[in-house]
């Protein structure tokens, strides 16, 4: 049973960007850790960020720091994962998953609650 939704993926050529959202029709999502994660082709799943329902800075991966961003819309109870400045590497598909915790966490283990996976396609 899906308990968060993941939209917004797309194919778009290198230096685009996409902006991919995470909502839930069954919880609030500004009570839980948000995370997105992504599976690239042949490749293992890798955290992309994350954020926590404190004050804590959110995480992002190496990969993505200074290209991503993530927030939080607690009126629209949406989470986004904002994506400029994007590479071919950055193809994959890409989940939300949420936990129940006031930090949030890198490792995929920790969440609870998963989305389908939206793709992402960067190619000219």
């Known amino acids: 049973q899906v308990q968060v939704v993941e939209s917004g993926g797309d194919q778009v050529q290198p230096g685009g960007s996409l902006r991919l959202a995470c909502s839930s029709s069954r919880f609030t999502l500004a009570n839980y850790a948000i995370g997105w994660f992504r599976r690239a082709p042949g490749k293992e799943s890798e955290a992309v960020s994350c954020i926590s329902t404190s004050d804590a800075a959110p995480y992002y991966s190496d990969s993505v720091k200074g290209r991503f961003s993530i927030s939080k819309n607690n009126a629209q109870d949406t989470v986004y994962l904002q994506m400029n400045g994007l590479k071919p590497e950055d193809t994959g598909v890409y989940y939300c998953?949420?936990?129940?915790?006031?930090?949030?966490?890198?490792?995929?283990?920790?969440?609870?609650?998963w989305g389908q996976g939206t793709q992402v396609t960067v190619s000219s």
């Open positions: 998953a949420a936990f129940p915790s006031r930090y949030c966490s890198e490792h995929a283990g920790n969440y609870d609650y």
